[in-house]
Structures are given as structure tokens and as C-alpha cells.
């Protein structure tokens, strides 16, 4: 079991930045894949990026060369670095780990982007 609580989310303007921030309450070390999606308003939860335990990252094409996902496996942290902002990155954007068979969530923050 794991539990996920994330953070950062907010108010802010189209072109500025958010850091999101997901803290997990056990090791993320041996945690297969951790990452993050993100759910707007009448729509599916997609996904945004994702990190697995070496490291490599993945990005949906919507978000490449503006956010970047990292992990900081001593303090149980998963970052995901939101630039060029655009309104249509609105949504709530949730953290996600995945150990073996098992999917964690956490509770979601909420990302508006006005224009």
C-alpha cells in the first residue's frame, strides 16, 4: 500500500509556471512506475507523464518540451514542472504508482489556466 498526496496545484496565468509536487508515505524505490495524469472538466483521465525506476520518462505529445517529470527517491517525492502554461492544461491532475499488479492514486489538485 501506498498513499499519494499531491500538491502545488493553483491559479495562474497562460504562459506562467506551476511545480506540482506528489509525496508518497512509503519508499518510492521499488515502485515500477510513478506519474502523473490529469482529468478536465467532461473528460477522461489521460496521461500527462510518467517516470519508471531507471529513470526514463515519457511525455503525451500535448505536454513535450513544456513539463518535466522527476522523482527524488530519498524523500518519497514525484515533481512534475508545468511551463508555457497554455488554458487547455486545465484540469485536476492526479499522481499515480504502480507496484507490481497494484494502481495508487491520490486525491487530485487542481490546475486553471486562464487566459
Known amino acids: 500500500q501506498v498513499q499519494l498526496v499531491e500538491s502545488g496545484g493553483g491559479l495562474v496565468q497562460a504562459g506562467g509556471s506551476l511545480r506540482l509536487s506528489c509525496s508518497a508515505s512509503?519508499?518510492?524505490?521499488?515502485?515500477?512506475?510513478m506519474g502523473w495524469y490529469r482529468q478536465g472538466p467532461g473528460k477522461q483521465r489521460d496521461l500527462v507523464a510518467v517516470i519508471n525506476k531507471a529513470g526514463s520518462t515519457n511525455y503525451d505529445d500535448s505536454v513535450k518540451g513544456r513539463f518535466t517529470i522527476s522523482r527524488d527517491n530519498a524523500k518519497n517525492m514525484v515533481y512534475l514542472q508545468m511551463n508555457s502554461l497554455k488554458p487547455e492544461d486545465t484540469a485536476a491532475y492526479y499522481c499515480?504508482?504502480?507496484?507490481?499488479?497494484?494502481?495508487?492514486w491520490g486525491q487530485g489538485t487542481r490546475v486553471t489556466v486562464s487566459s
Open positions: 512509503r519508499s518510492i524505490f521499488s515502485l515500477n512506475t
Open positions: 499515480h504508482a504502480r507496484s507490481g499488479l497494484n494502481d495508487y
